[in-house]
Each structure stands twice: as structure tokens, then as C-alpha cells.
């Protein structure tokens, strides 16, 4: 699914729902954070974030796990931990 530079503040929760999605493209948007429902994802293999102001106050809290930034691309997403 391509959604770059649609201004795009949120995801809604339902994207939880997407069970077969297996690329999701946000580029150029201005999501701070994701839904924990992302997590249901269990066929995404590509998820682009890259230009999007994502802050995580708290890994424990948060709902990307440490060990999917590497899947996720966030070293250009400009990610405040």
C-alpha cells in the first residue's frame, strides 16, 4: 500500500486488520505514532517511514518493539527516543 506524502497524521486502528498486507509505504507524512495494532501485521515485511516526525517517549511503552527498527527503516525517519 502506498500512501506517501498524503499529510497523514495517524494511522487508524483498524490497519490491524490488513492481515495479508505486506508492504506499506508512509513516506513524507506527519505520523508521530503508530498504533499498537500494527503489530498484527504478521506478513509485512516492509514498512517505510522515512520524513515522518516519530517520537517514542518509551521503549517499554512503545507500540515498534527495539528489535523491528531494523525491519522498519527508522535511521532516516529522524526518530526521537
Known sequence: MHLL???L???PKEIGQLRNL???HLHYNLIITLPKE???LQNL???HLVSNPLSVKERKD?????K????LG???SGIVW
Open 5 to 7: 506524502g498524503n499529510k
Open 9 to 11: 497524521a495517524t494511522l
Open 22 to 24: 505486506e508492504e506499506l
Open 38 to 40: 500494527i503489530g498484527k
Open 45 to 47: 515485511y516492509e514498512l
Open 62 to 66: 512503545s507500540e515498534v518493539s527495539p
Open 68 to 71: 523491528m527498527c531494523n525491519i
Open 74 to 76: 527508522l535511521v532516516k
